[in-house]
């Protein structure tokens, strides 16, 4: 969103860039209800230096813009699992924990008149800790034995990498079939009429951490693991 200013609205700054509502958020500026200011005239009304949270959100637009450039297929087999943990597993251990108050929050105030809400919430919650967990084991136990096999295939390692891939295969196929009835009862995503700010951004950050984890698979089951399997 290169027209990030000082006069851009709150709201559409987090409509553009949802992960701004987090600096918002921790900021105390109201991008919801009253999202429809200016930037410079809500941080002024904060006691905030406008110019320094201009700055914050062009850093974390400018970080956003970085890694969505790169493309990491023709990385070699080091710095490719070095691109997966920095711009995904990073990622997800920072973004969930940050997104999981929103969905709280939609289900609570919101759940009565949409039920659905309340299975979103759970369907969360069990991507949260499975996506976690996987990741957390990737980079303990997998990933340091990928290199190792990749550097010296030996048969001891090739017996010992194989359930591990096919393992971590399964778990991506379990986090897609959450994903896709996380889209089925939305609808696609799509927003009711009466939906406040705090609704929206829990859709678009959903919708981006769904297109993030089949980027993420993609590059480990089709790339990564791909390789593995050429040397197994």
Same mark, same amino acid.
């Given at each position: 969103?290169?027209?990030?200013? #000082?006069?851009?609205?709150?709201?559409? =700054?987090?409509?553009? #860039?949802? *992960?701004?509502?987090?600096? &918002?958020?921790?900021?105390?500026?109201? &991008?919801?209800?009253? $999202?429809?200011?200016? #930037?410079?005239?809500?941080?002024?009304?904060?006691?905030?230096? /406008?110019?320094?949270? %201009?700055?914050?959100?062009?850093?974390?637009?400018? !970080?956003?813009?970085?890694?969505?450039? =790169?493309?990491?297929?023709?990385?070699?087999? !080091?710095?490719?699992?070095?691109?997966?943990?920095? !711009?995904?597993?990073?990622?997800?251990?920072?973004? #969930?924990?940050?997104?999981? /108050?929103?969905?709280?929050?939609?289900?609570?105030?919101? $759940?009565?008149?949409?039920?659905?809400?309340?299975?979103? *919430?759970?369907? &969360?919650?069990?991507?949260?800790?499975?996506?976690?967990?996987?990741?957390?084991?990737?980079?303990?136990? +997998?990933?340091?034995? =990928? *290199?190792?096999?990749?550097?010296?295939?030996? /048969?001891?390692?090739?017996?010992? %990498?194989?359930?591990? +891939?096919?393992? @971590?295969?399964?778990?991506?196929?379990?986090?897609? !079939?959450?994903?896709?009835? %996380?889209?089925? =009862?939305?609808?696609?995503?799509?927003?009711?009429?009466?939906?406040?700010?705090? &609704?929206?951004?829990?859709?678009?950050? @959903?919708?981006? %951490?769904?297109?993030?984890?089949?980027?993420? +698979?993609?590059?480990?089951?089709? +790339?990564?693991?791909?390789?593995?399997?050429?040397?197994?």
């Amino acid at each position: 969103m290169s027209q990030l200013a #000082l006069d851009t609205q709150v709201s559409d =700054i987090v409509t553009a #860039l949802p *992960q701004s509502a987090d600096l &918002f958020r921790n900021l105390r500026i109201d &991008f919801c209800c009253g $999202g429809k200011v200016a #930037l410079k005239e809500a941080a002024e009304k904060r006691g905030l230096d /406008p110019k320094e949270v %201009l700055t914050s959100l062009k850093e974390m637009e400018q !970080k956003r813009e970085m890694r969505e450039s =790169i493309h990491p297929s023709s990385f070699g087999n !080091k710095t490719l699992i070095a691109y997966i943990q920095e !711009k995904y597993h990073a990622d997800l251990r920072e973004e #969930l924990p940050l997104l999981a /108050p929103y969905i709280m929050k939609v289900a609570r105030v919101h $759940g009565g008149k949409y039920p659905y809400l309340l299975r979103v *919430q759970e369907i &969360f919650k069990t991507l949260r800790t499975e996506l976690l967990d996987h990741t957390d084991d990737e980079d303990r136990n +997998v990933f340091p034995l =990928i *290199q190792k096999f990749m550097e010296n295939p030996t /048969p001891a390692l090739k017996e010992k %990498l194989k359930p591990h +891939v096919f393992e @971590l295969e399964e778990e991506h196929d379990n986090a897609g !079939k959450l994903l896709k009835e %996380l889209r089925d =009862i939305t609808g696609d995503f799509t927003l009711p009429e009466d939906a406040c700010g705090t &609704f929206q951004i829990v859709y678009k950050r @959903l919708e981006q %951490l769904e297109k993030d984890t089949f980027d993420h +698979v993609h590059l480990e089951n089709n +790339v990564l693991f791909d390789r593995v399997r050429a040397a197994i």
